[in-house]
């Protein structure tokens, strides 16, 4: 999927929403653990049900292959579900991988080719030659870790190189790299004031947020610190979404919860007007 | 497995080879893919032929995830093999992994419960709470990249956060972490000289050590610097061993390179007396 077709819908859908697909059998409605794949037939009713609502979905592989075999089946029904079904969505592979170049390539076939995700997210810390294979890809996107929403970004991300943060010596380095243009961000929301100086690195790049709701983040915040002219943002919400009910009207009350973030986005959106 | 059954192994084998599993089916012989499960008959091959020769097998898990379901199959059924034939070998799943808190228990569950490894390889950038998930298993370890063998690691890994490099404060932080006691890390060999700095900062950890041989490390210069009196080195070869013929004979010569390194290691070993 190109940029262009990403920004077009969601001017259609008025909704810059990612909806995480963190599928564990612990967590979903104990009457779907009598199906035979009970992963699939739960992100098929989450998707069923937002996919008007959001722009995007986000498994996070962890969860996948913490199934082995099984759950790697689930994880390509569902990404052939959405492929087939809502061809509009732009899908992202939640993978954190990174490695050197030759095992980065595997990778690479593995999430764009083969499972035909449109983009995953990688992290930076083995520099060029881990990223660069990824970015090789035509209207394939590569996610990179920046300042992630978790405690633990501060025991390296925030630390200052010659006077600025790892994680913006991350975002430099990387728009130098063969086909940064392919590149998007992972830029958590519980520091949504640091979007400013982001902004000043990476103006026009898109920014995958985690942590609006869950993890504190305020959506206004990260819209006025983090928005462009073509919008450059994608607000990631997995369990507030897709686990609000454990009951027969789980997938209901998901589009309810969806449809509180898109109208909220929508407001955001018409400032831009 | 716990560090002394690592550390009996070395002296019994008088070897600390651990011999990369990056299975290919583009490099493995040809009359090979005759066979139902090629990846996992030309590992079993390899195993059979050198597992008295290392202590170690480390299956870099991008190369079975390209082949999606089949792949990961080839890969169970490889660690199955050699916790059930050669129960000594200390297995590492080369994973590379790193995710929030929930997610890295999921990880975790799945590499040293699931496939029952004794380790796995993880990337620092996200902090101490994507680690020490991981630092909870007993009896299994995790091993953090610190400073890699590849181009990139220049990138950011060497940059010096208050005059000091980013893989020394990775060092240094994880030693705080809970659980790191389990902790090894990657040092690349190609930077032997490091070694002896690193030695200050974590004076007895083990320490995985790619690039000798085929990236151009010295095995006699990295034992000089980085050898602890319980030896405190794994050194890896993958395609230097794996696919040193690609004929009917590639079983018999990955064996006679694994003999030349342990020979090596050997000499090295004597030198401890």
Redesign the interface.
């Known amino acids: 999927m190109t940029t262009q077709e990403l920004v077009a819908q969601i001017h259609k859908k008025q909704s810059f929403l990612c909806i995480g697909l963190?599928t564990d059998l612990e967590k979903i409605p104990a009457f779907l653990l009598e199906e035979e794949d009970s992963i699939f037939e739960f992100n098929k009713a989450i998707i069923d049900a937002t996919h008007d609502l959001c722009v995007a979905y986000k498994p996070?592989i962890?969860?996948y292959?913490?199934y082995?075999?099984q759950g790697?089946?689930a994880l390509?029904k569902t990404i052939k579900y959405l492929n087939k079904n809502y061809p509009e969505i732009f899908t992202i592979a939640d993978a954190?991988?990174?490695?050197?170049?030759n095992?980065?390539t595997?990778?690479a076939?593995?999430f764009f080719e083969?499972?035909n995700f449109d983009s995953i997210t990688i992290?930076?810390?083995?520099?060029?030659?881990?990223?660069e294979p990824f970015l090789q890809f035509k209207d394939k996107h590569t996610i990179l870790?920046a300042l992630?929403?978790?405690?633990?970004?501060?025991?390296?991300?925030t630390?200052?190189?010659?006077n600025k943060e790892?994680y913006k010596?991350?975002l430099s380095?990387s728009t130098t790299y063969k086909g940064s243009e392919n590149l998007m961000y992972v830029v958590g929301a519980t520091k949504a004031e640091y979007l400013k100086e982001i902004r000043e690195i990476v103006p026009n790049s898109f920014l995958l947020v985690p942590g609006v709701g869950a993890q504190g983040g305020s959506l206004v915040d990260v819209c006025e610190y983090g928005m462009t002219k073509d919008i450059g943002l994608l607000i990631n919400s997995s369990r507030g979404i897709i686990y609000a009910s454990d009951q027969e009207d789980f997938a209901d009350t998901a589009r309810e919860k969806a449809k509180e973030l898109q109208e909220a986005m929508k407001k955001e959106l018409d400032k831009l007007n």
Do not use: C, H
């Open positions: 963190d996070n962890a969860f292959e913490a082995g075999v790697w089946s390509r954190k991988r990174g490695d050197i170049g095992t980065s595997r990778y076939k593995a083969d499972l992290a930076p810390y083995m520099g060029k030659d881990s990223v870790l992630t929403s978790n405690e633990g970004a501060f025991d390296f991300q630390k200052k190189i010659d790892l010596e991350v380095v």
